[in-house]
């Protein structure tokens, strides 16, 4: 079975296991029960944004970088 095959089977599989949740959650809507919302991994997606002082910081630092990278490039240079 190649790789694409087996990704086709298991999107398949991932709409057939939605579908079977969406019926379950309809019968229990229809007993007078509430659906509880999906469960969340606790994880946190994208990046963590900075506060002023952060990024003041990392200001100063890529400030320090590029300086030093521009003087090392700017250095002598053998020309043959």
Do not use: T
């Not at 999107?11 to 939605?18: D, N, S």
């Not at 630092?61 to 990278?69: D, G, H, N, S, T």
């Amino acid at each position: 079975m190649d790789l694409y095959n087996a990704i086709q089977d298991l999107y398949a599989e991932k709409e057939k296991l939605e579908r079977v949740i969406a019926s379950l959650e309809e019968l229990q809507r229809a007993a007078g029960g509430s659906v509880p919302p999906a469960p969340s991994s606790g994880r946190r997606h994208g990046r963590r944004s900075m506060n002023p002082d952060e990024r003041q910081e990392v200001s100063a630092r890529m400030k320090k970088y590029w300086a030093a990278r521009r003087k090392s490039e700017a250095g002598p240079k053998s020309e043959p």
